[in-house]
């Protein structure tokens, strides 16, 4: 409890038998209690919100960080996904390479 923080608000999870526990840990000089256990209370009913979309969902839903292709924005994964949804699920994009590039070009 009187170890030296090195920062003012220190968050840390890990996932142990598929229990998910945070720790927080706070500058007592910096934070209220109250001010960081409503942190938490918000940060618990977001990952709620979160793990019940999830749970929803029909079909899982890949995010730019699932996939392959660097740099990839959630905009272009949309569009992506809207564009090849009749042929069917996304696993995963890759760039096109230099000889892909030119018969697209050429097309």
């Known amino acids: 409890e009187n ?3 090195t920062y003012v608000l220190d968050m840390n999870g890990i996932i142990t038998e598929g229990v998910l526990s945070l720790t ?3 500058s007592g000089k910096q934070y209220r209690r109250e001010t ?3 942190l938490a209370g918000l940060l618990q009913t ?8 999830c749970v929803a969902q029909e079909e899982p839903e890949p995010t730019p ?3 392959l292709w660097k740099g ?3 905009e272009e994964l949309e569009q992506l996904s809207a564009q ?3 042929i069917g699920q996304i696993e995963n994009v ?3 390479t230099p000889m892909q590039k030119g018969m697209l070009f050429h097309t």
């Open 36 to 38: 960081v256990e409503r």
């Open 84 to 86: 090849t949804r009749h």
């Open 72 to 74: 990839l924005t959630i």
């Open 94 to 96: 890759y760039a096109l």
């Open 65 to 67: 960080s699932d996939l």
């Open 3 to 5: 170890a030296a923080l």
């Open 24 to 26: 927080i840990r706070y």
């Open 46 to 53: 977001s990952l709620r919100e979160v793990i019940a979309h």
